[in-house]
Structures are given as C-alpha cells and as structure tokens.
C-alpha cells in the first residue's frame, strides 16, 4: 500500500472523527479529501474484495439495509453506510472507514448504494460481484436530460466491469433495457401481484415505449410506469422472471409476508416491509443476494429482521411533541411517502415541509409541483415551511389547499426545533436530503443526543 494511500485513509478517518463530534454526518468531505490525495482510492480498497452495487432511481436505501444484514448474517460483517450517502466520496468514506491505516480492509465484503450517475465511475473501480439496478423513473429531468440518460451511465458502467452480474427489475422497461446493450450475465427479478390495498396505487395514465414511443400495453401494474408490459409497435416486451413476489398477505404497519417464486420453487417469507412500493426492493435485495451466493437462510433471516435506514422514518421526542423525520427525493419517492401517510389512521395535522435545492437534493425545485400534496392537506392542517426554497413549497401547498394563516415560515433551524416543540401534538417532517440533515443538527443539540449516524450494531 503505498504511502498516498495510507496518508488519504488516515485522513478520512480522522475528519470523519471531527464531523461526528460536531453532530454532522461526515460522509462526504472526509471521502473528498482522501480521493484528492489518491484518486484511485476506491479501486485500491476493493481489489481482491467482494461487492455488492445497487442503483436506481428509488429503493437503493431499502434494498442495500437488506443486502448488508444478509452479508452481515453470513459473514459476520460488511463495509457499508449505515447513512446512505450515494456519491464516489460517501462510497470512498465507507472503504476507508472500514481500512487500517495500512490500507487493509476489515471486511471481505462491501455494500454499497450508488447514485445512477455514479455508477460510471463506481464500477470500473470497484468491479462487483454484483449490480442490483432497481427501477428508473422519468421524473429525474432536473438531473438528467431524458428518462434514459441514467439508464446510459450503468450501461457504461457495466460495459466497463463486463464480469458484474446485473440483477435487473423486468417490471421497468427502462432498467430492462440495459440487457440489449451489454454482456453481463443477467438476473430478472419482478412482481406479479397488486402491492398496495385499492385506492391508493398511482399509476401512470400512459407509458411510452422508449423506444419507438407507442403507448405500452400492460396485463398487470403495480404502480408508477411498473408492471408487465408490452409494445404493441416495435414488440419489445417484459422479460421472463428467476425470482418473483407472487403474493403478499398479512399486512401490517410494518411488515408482510411474501410468496417468492424463485427459479420455479415457491416460499413463503417474513418480510420486514409494509406491502407496498418496498415489495419491490425486498425482491430485488433476495434476487442480488442468491446471485451472490448468499445462503437462502442467511437471506430469509435478512429480510424479517433487518434494520431501516436511519432517517427515513426517524423519530426524535421533543418533550412533549413527537417529530417523524420522512426524507423526500423526488416526485416518485415523496408521491410514496404520501401514500404511505395517506393509508394511515388519520391524516397529520401538523406537517413541516423543508426544501433545499442544493447539489445533492437536486437543483430544480419543479419536482414537488407533481407530489399529490393535495392527499395529505386538508383545510385544518397546519404547516410549518422552511429551507431555503421555502417560497417554492408555500406556493404548492397553498395550491394544495393550505390556508394563509395556517401556515408558517420558519428559516431558522434553531427556532424550528422550538416551533416544532411547541406544537405539543406528533408532528410529520417531510424534508430533503440538505434540509433534513441542516434540522437534523439542531435536533441533536437539543434533544435525544444518541448519534444516529452511528453505525448499529447489526451482529447478533
Ligand atoms: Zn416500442
């Protein structure tokens, strides 16, 4: 290992020390800072390692807490960001938190959740065992210039790590498309039963082939632009699936059990996932986990008791207020999120919306103009906006039904948390990546002081 190297672990671990003192996350600059003083960082740390990659453009997080609890099962550990940062420095954070300072890995195994656009760059370095690609929706235009450039940047990608085995979503024609134009050996993985109870599916009105632009045919659909479908022009059409979700039964907030057909063989498993659009990523995690190898126990045992992800359904107490911290993404995500509150009791009458348009939130605001805020909002809801972008939300939800003087302004962190525990009634915060974190700060200053960030101790 030479010196360069060891001079970027030691580095990284050390401002990674520092921003976790100050309350930050820290997964971004330390890894910045190691790949300015060794760019090939990330190739050196997984040389003669196994990797498991999975991108898309929602349900990396979901997907990847389940890849690492089986990993973890199996092999008593793994490299990986119990945060969820997706960029080549969060990713280079990860393999040098898990190095000595000689440059030599803890673990054998890495999980990793990647940015589509990242891939490119991820995997040529990082050349996986496996590349789990869940789905890819048309709503990423304040990234990409049309619903098929990100599906590009993994086809590079793959083509640039030509023994990585693709784990594919069928039900997406866009991830299936990926299969014409590479080598790669493939996996298929769909699901073949409704996932959401009646009424609340969102399905696209129409869906053009990308290829030839003729209204796609389906004979079944789960939700968005997903399902079996079928070109009636040019005849492109849904592949065969190794491993599907046929059924789904005993719902519960929390959790499900899910009929699996794998390779011809049926199963019935405990999942650790409401039915719904996570339905998907536990078949996609099963499907990316029996490509690798992973024991069918080690990854059942996986799926009925891993661990979700800090922050996406965070709860801080504020002593006499209950905050859940819910992080939006874009439209197809938050169009989840509120689902998801749409099929609870009652709807929040109290809600926090936060918007940043900083580089890792996406900088467009346009695609909370689509989120069906009006599903969640009534007359009496009262709202709290905030984040730099505050204007942009308070004209949604104004159109959204929100009345004048139930809503509120509030720029400043700080005096958010007091707003927030003022409100003496559970309060719902649905805020992106920069603005969730900048609240998140302030949280932890003041209450619950438990670093979340941490990594959880997932050994048993
Ligand atoms: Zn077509």
Known sequence: MSLRTSAAVAVCKASHSIMKLLGRNGRSLPGMIALKLDSQLVEKLSRGHHTIVTTGTNGKTTTT?????????????????????????GIATTLCLDSTLAGKRTNDWAVIEC?????????????????????????????????????????????ASPDTLLVLDADCQVTSSIADAVDNKLVWFGVECPVYDEGIADYDASVACIDCGAELEFSHRTFAHLGTWRCPKCGRSHHDVDIACTKIENPTDKSCTLSLRINGTEHVVDANVRAGYDVYNAVAAVAGLLASGISQTDVFEALAHFTHAAHRFEIFNLDSTEARLLLMK????????????QSEDELPQKLVCLLGAEIMDGLSTEWIQDVRWEQICSPTTQVIVGGPKYQDMQQRLSQAGIMPENMKIQTNYASLVEDIAALKEPVTVIANCSTIEALRVELVKKYQPVDYWAEHDHRK
């Open 65 to 89: 807490h389940i890849v690492q609890q089986a990993i973890i099962n199996a092999f008593g550990g793994a490299a990986y960001d119990p945060t969820s940062t997706n960029l080549e420095q």
């Open 115 to 159: 940015d589509e656009g990242a891939s490119k760059t991820i995997l040529p370095a990082m050349k996986p065992q496996v590349l789990i690609v869940t789905n890819l929706y048309r709503d990423q235009v304040d990234r990409y210039s049309s619903w098929t450039s990100a599906r590009d940047y993994i086809i590079e990608a793959a083509k």
């Open 330 to 341: 874009n439209t197809a995500g938050c169009n989840q999120l509120i689902n998801m509150i």
